[in-house]
């Protein structure tokens, strides 16, 4: 009776091990949760396709990608920015896939080897609390030299290197102003007036819209929402130029669903997808030239955007947090 | 045919060989359980923790302290070293402290019933709330531009870093302290504190050198808890401590999910092992010196214990008062946070939140429960034999397996969650993405509870129930199951509850265990922190809330009814929080 007590304990615990789901596509999403829901919800609707997912931080998720390189838990890896999937690329995680319609996808907006499609594009954006600068009596910052103004001391919350694709453009967009060297002398700077590192990119919105915080750099998706939801926030570009994420798809190697792996890929690289966006206020910039953008302040025409290599971001990435976290953070 | 000699039989002499021949004959039930018992702390306790320490002392092949000299060489690790320590130290002696204070209130003065019971209801709060709850209304209220420093006219309080994670720490555990001195203030003999005021002590006297040195093993018992507490606390400081204030727990977090390092993780929780560890033994030593002196029922009629000194008692009631009424306005903020459309922005009600939390986070929450169930009752299956088989049964290697069942339990929650990704990612045994690893982490960590209170009832049980039950011809399998476990059935409730409670609530083990196919409510609830939705963060943490609260009391009122119905009095210690 004790024995078959022990085989009942045992088998219990085995029991979840051999129950898989199957027949659905399993999916990291490094976009946030509540754009992914609606993104994939309109991508079932026109395939049928049934979407699992769960949001990661960029860098979890390349983490855990490499930690299960042998027994992929998903499929396909959603969002977040591309250097991201190069540093992937690198650990030979991606599946090659060209999306039907890849064609119509600018050249620097998609993987010259078809590891992945880009899916949207957004530059960096000053946002500040509106209270905050009247307060203070200065005006939007238009320059990264401006935020360095003791008027923002510990008043600034950005994103921690270390986890944030959002930290990591900064640095890269620094890199590409200031030259290396530079643009960690800069950053040494800044940090005087920095409140806090927030572990991911938009983590500091709220407390900017709130009023906690007196402003930040973000992209400019987490930046909108913030203003759509009505908080008073004020967003501005700085005159020496921001450079900007391409939010990336792609498929990993060994992926169990691979024909609905690729009909989100082929989805990916429709107008459907664009349009999907503009029609729920979800602030990419659509990496399709040819779905026509509503919102103004998704009008890049004055804005300066630095060019910058996505392969040459993620062969710099790891280099760049180390010295972050060894001159900036802990100087 | 199992024998009914066993239980009486003295410490074995012969060599171990010789003894596991004859367990095999003697009693082959209990063969078999040892058999399963060890088989499943090697795979779920031991070979993790292999996985742990070849991962940080094993480089190319060789044994090497390159990955730790590497980690010690960076000042900045050092640093959260020491910062955890610090923190530690401040948490366990800040939370014993006011802990103390509330159970002086509630077991030394004359207030008024529903006072008191209030008091102790407000200290179940942190307790049923996942352990970074009360960091997001503090950051609202005492953060930068906070409502409470506004509302006081107070300057900026330096708020990420030390402060902040200390404070909210601190309001996290103390009901840990408040419930195991809780415990020791109501069992001391009260007829001390008549013999030292009819001696002539004055009520400060008598408090100093009566109340107080019969407190010290509970005091002492409190801080090694709440040390261990803090040390394996990782999302209060990941959303509060700020880069000011490097500790351990996050750092190796930061060092896996940021740098992808997981060598450098692992060496950074193996840092954090050490005092874990340590703590751990010298709390075991002490308990096990003292615990059961206190449960002794006494058959004298009992005094009543003495009022604290006047002064005392005002300043325990400021205190106590002071910090519920805070705990409260804690809360409040996060309810008043999950009914309004845009948290200080558009103030309307709304139920948009709580309707969210049903439709997108339904899989979430019936994740959670599926898991927190199946980990309870699993968890509580093998807590009784494990239990059993300890307090019971003599064999070799006992003091070994009761050390080894609550390994897990000592270390903090990030190392085993590190743990189990090394050792449970590659074949043979591969389970990340099921449903099996986050059962295995909850009930390899918190079925401790369990066992102990299993082994503590059994203690009271006196052997003879079974003794008679074997002789009138029974098996051992059948006296245990008709005898034994009913009379331990409040004991297995109590750490049933225990159990429940920190599978719906803990986060620091399965965030690194969580997967498309499982996910879990207290992983949505940072999620929503972190991407700005304050009103979904707060109506998940509601809802979760509530959950607990239900189960809670329903499991309460199953031991209160099992302890009428099997007449044991039995009062376990909740012993500790295990973020």
Redesign the interface.
């Given at each position: 009776?004790?024995?078959s007590?022990?085989?009942l304990?045992?088998g219990?615990?085995?029991?979840?091990?051999v129950?898989?789901?199957q027949g659905t596509l399993?999916?990291?999403t490094i976009m946030?949760?509540?754009y992914a829901?609606e993104i994939f919800a309109a991508f079932t609707a026109d395939t049928g396709v049934k979407v699992?997912?769960?949001?990661l931080?960029s860098?979890?998720a390349?983490?855990r990608i490499?930690?299960?390189k042998?027994?992929p838990?998903?499929d396909c890896l959603w969002g977040g920015p591309a250097d991201t999937y190069e540093a992937g690329i690198l650990e030979g995680v991606f599946e090659q896939y060209k999306p039907k319609e890849a064609d119509a996808v600018p050249v620097k907006f998609k993987s010259a080897d078809s590891y992945w499609i880009g899916i949207g594009v957004i530059p960096l954006v000053f946002m500040s609390n509106g209270k905050f600068l009247k307060d203070k009596r200065i005006n939007p910052p238009t320059s990264w030299e401006d935020l360095l103004n003791p008027a923002y001391k510990?008043?600034l919350q950005m994103a921690?290197?270390?986890?944030s694709g959002t930290a990591t453009e900064r640095i890269y967009t620094l890199v590409k102003i200031y030259g290396e060297d530079g643009a960690f002398a800069y950053q040494k700077k800044l940090h005087h007036n920095?409140?806090?590192?927030?572990?991911?990119g938009?983590?500091g919105?709220?407390?900017i819209?709130?009023?906690?915080?007196g402003a930040g750099v973000f992209y400019i998706v987490?930046a909108l929402?913030?203003q759509q939801?009505?908080?008073d926030v004020v967003l501005s570009y700085p005159k020496e130029g921001v450079t900007y994420g391409v939010e990336a798809a792609g498929i990993l190697k060994g992926a169990k669903n691979l024909d609905a792996a690729k009909k989100l890929m082929d989805w990916a690289s429709s107008k459907k997808l664009g349009e999907v966006m503009v029609a729920k206020k979800i602030n990419y910039i659509p990496t399709r030239p040819d779905v026509k953008v509503t919102n103004p302040n998704l009008d890049m025409s004055k804005v300066k955007l630095l060019d910058a290599d996505i392969a040459w971001k993620g062969k710099n990435r790891?280099a760049f947090?180390?010295r972050w976290?060894?001159e900036v953070?802990?100087q | 045919m199992p024998s009914n000699i066993t239980i009486e039989q003295p410490p074995a002499m012969n060599s171990s060989k010789a003894q596991r021949a004859s367990l095999i004959r003697k009693d082959?039930?209990l063969f078999?359980?040892l058999i399963?018992i060890w088989?499943?702390l090697a795979i779920f306790i031991f070979l993790p923790l292999v996985r742990l320490l070849a991962a940080t002392f094993i480089v190319n092949g060789t044994l090497s302290f390159a990955n730790l000299s590497k980690i010690l060489s960076?000042?900045?690790n050092v640093r959260a070293f020491y910062n955890s320590l610090i923190l530690a130290m401040a948490v366990s002696a800040a939370g014993t402290l006011i802990g103390y204070l509330f159970a002086l209130a509630i077991t030394r003065t004359n207030w008024p019933k529903p006072l008191k019971w209030l008091l102790s209801a407000i200290t179940i709060l942190p307790l049923i709330s996942p352990p970074f709850t009360s960091s997001i209304s503090l950051?609202?209220a005492l953060?930068?531009?906070?409502m409470l420093l506004k509302a006081l006219g107070l300057g900026?309080l330096n708020f990420?870093g030390f402060w902040g994670t200390w404070i909210s720490e601190t309001l996290t555990y103390f009901p840990v302290a408040f419930m195991v001195l809780t415990a020791i203030l109501t069992t001391m003999d009260a007829n001390l504190d008549d013999a030292a005021l009819s001696l002539g002590a004055s009520r400060w006297r008598m408090f100093g050198t009566v109340t107080v040195p019969l407190s010290m093993p509970g005091i002492a018992n409190a801080i090694l808890l709440l040390f261990g507490s803090s040390l394996a606390d990782f999302a209060t400081p990941?959303i509060l401590g700020?880069?000011t204030f490097p500790v351990l727990p996050t750092q190796a977090y930061?060092?896996?999910?940021?740098?992808?390092d997981?060598k450098g993780g692992s060496g950074l929780s193996f840092l954090l092992l050490v005092p874990a560890l340590l703590v751990y033994l010298f709390q075991r030593s002490l308990v096990g010196k003292r615990s059961y002196v206190t449960i002794t029922g006494k058959t004298g009629a009992r005094s009543q214990f003495s009022h604290l000194p006047h002064a005392l008692e005002i300043a325990v009631g400021a205190v106590s008062i002071f910090i519920s009424a805070f705990i409260l306005y804690l809360y409040f903020i996060i309810l008043w946070g999950s009914f309004v459309k845009?948290?200080?922005?558009?103030n309307t009600f709304t139920l948009d939140h709580f309707i969210y939390v049903f439709s997108?986070g339904r899989k979430a929450i019936t994740d959670t429960l599926k898991i927190a169930v199946?980990s309870t009752?699993?968890g509580s299956?093998?807590a009784v034999?494990i239990g059993y088989v300890i307090q019971r049964k003599k064999f070799a290697g006992r003091r070994v397996l009761e050390f080894s069942s609550m390994l897990n339990y000592a270390l903090p929650g990030t190392v085993v969650g590190i743990a189990y990704?090394l050792a449970f990612?590659?074949?043979p045994i591969?389970?990340?993405?099921?449903?099996?690893i986050l059962?295995?982490a909850y009930?390899f960590r918190y079925y401790a509870t369990g066992i102990r209170s299993v082994i503590a009832s059994l203690q009271q049980v006196d052997p003879a129930l079974e003794e008679a039950s074997l002789s009138l011809g029974a098996?051992s399998?059948?006296t245990?199951?008709n005898v034994t476990v009913p009379l331990i059935i409040p004991a297995v409730l109590a750490g049933m509850r225990y159990l429940f409670i920190h599978c719906m609530t803990a986060i620091s083990a399965t965030i690194f265990l969580?997967?498309?196919?499982w996910?879990l409510l207290t992983t949505r609830i940072l999620?929503s922190m972190?991407?700005?939705?304050?009103s979904q963060a707060s109506a998940f943490s509601i809802v979760l809330i509530v959950l607990v609260f239900i189960a809670d009391a329903l499991m309460l009122w199953l031991m209160r009814l099992s302890t009428r119905k099997f007449g044991t009095t039995q009062e376990t210690l909740y012993d500790n929080t295990g973020a």
């Open positions: 009776m004790k024995r007590l022990v085989v304990l045992l219990l615990i085995m029991l979840p091990a129950l898989f789901a399993n999916v990291y946030p949760e509540k829901t699992n997912f769960i949001r931080s860098g979890e390349l983490a490499v930690a299960e042998k027994n838990q998903v510990g008043a921690d290197a270390r986890t920095i409140q806090l590192y927030t572990k991911s938009a983590g919105a709220m407390p819209a709130t009023g906690q915080a987490d929402d913030i939801q009505g908080y790891q947090i180390e976290v060894n953070v802990q | 082959p039930a078999s359980a399963a088989l499943s960076k000042a900045y950051t609202l953060g930068p531009n906070g900026q990420y990941l700020g880069h930061l060092q896996i999910t940021g740098l992808y997981l845009i948290w200080s922005v558009n997108h199946v009752v699993v299956l093998l034999v990704i990612n590659e074949k591969l389970l990340t993405g099921t449903m099996t059962v295995a009930v098996s399998t059948r245990f199951f969580v997967s498309v196919r996910t999620e972190t991407e700005l939705q304050f």
